[in-house]
């Protein structure tokens, strides 16, 4: 009783077009715009806003909180937040005020130069992840770049282990998949890469603790760079034990464990370091702490921190490869300050893990009365579901049951009435100001979808 049996295609072309048809009427002014672009490579800001189920993207008009307006003047409940950069909600009005503050009233957007607000960032995500010393850049990309290379450089060892189908930005170490023969691959589509990655790279599977061992046992791993959770290619959740054992390996073989905590922050007010009690060496983060505006950050051991500081052949001041000249800049602290302290707070967790559960439990009873052999995993206040069940295990399993036509055809139909997904995933996310009656309307419209696909 696979999906693939299940779902009549014939039908759920019909449908995919007719929602296509109706996109396109609902949004002259997004299609104009996306028309108008005659100087953008891919018509977009960016190639990956063109990933979009309706053949262009909607165009912003404003957002604030868990809604967003596109140009067209149809409203969203926005279930996206720009892929976790909004899960504080948008424009919350703390950041908003440290923002106008910093740039209206004192000025300074890029200086070069430190502001206090710095110190009590680093203050706060040492409270939050257990980590004692932390540094900013702009980006999640950059946080785990610099992490990689000061591990490189304090171990002498030159690879980098990442788990099948992980993400982790456009990291060059992480491309890197598990191929059909058991074999270490780089990732289909993979741009330019500067070398074969399996130079650089070795790669496990998550949940899979003798891969893991087996590729440890090699001797030249620098670090291990993992999500607690893969979020990348649905939710793949941790089997009990499993982190457990990736400390003890990563220990063993003298490899230092790098947790990526940008989307798992959604587990709580710490992550998922703190929510599940992890140990890491490294965490890396970025996207939501800044409340919508970039910044990233990662945060080192006190040995770590020490065995660095030893190392006056390091050039951590100038052109060594670490840093960035707008990384730290007075209005990314100033915005990640007032999201931390006063907008992503544990009262705020709290709330959007309730909401999130709300999301979690509608799904699962819809999917149960079509008797869909699907799955739903939830993450604190991030929620996902996939077209298997039991959920996979490892990012290779869950890669197999993707279903591109299948997911577009939701993303298009819960966009034509008024809900937002992220488009590259089955994922809803809260913010502090998503509301169980916006979950409510999203199963009312996902229970449509359905219904209307499968009768
Ligand atoms: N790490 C993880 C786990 C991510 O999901 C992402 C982005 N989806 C990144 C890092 C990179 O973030 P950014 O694109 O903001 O650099």
Redesign the pocket.
Known sequence: DSVAERIDRARLDTLLDRERSAFVDRHPRSAAAHARADHLFGRVPMTWMNKSAAGFPVYVDRARGARLTDIDGHEYRDFCLG???AMAGHSPAPVVEAVTRRLAELGGASTMLPTEDAAVVGAELARRFGLPYWSLSL??????RWAIRLLRAVTGRPRILVNSY??????DESLIVVGPDGRPHSREGNVGAPCDVTLTSRVAEFNDLDGLSRELAHGDVAAVLM?PAL??IGIVLPEPGYLDGVRALTRQHGAYLVH?????FSAGPGGATEAWGLDPDVV?I??AIGGGV?I?AYGLSAELAAALTGRTDLDLVDMGGVGGTLAGNPVSVAAARATLLQVLTDDAFAGMIEVATAFADGVRAIIDGHALPWSVSQLGARVEYRFAAPAPRTGTASAACADPQLEDYLHVYLLNRGILLTPFHNMALMCPQTTVDDVVRHHEVFAGALDELLG
């Open positions: 892929d976790t950069g980006t999640a990309t950059d946080a785990n992980c993400y982790h930005g456009s990291v999500e979020t990348n990526d905590e940008t989307h798992t890396t970025g996207k970039p990233g």
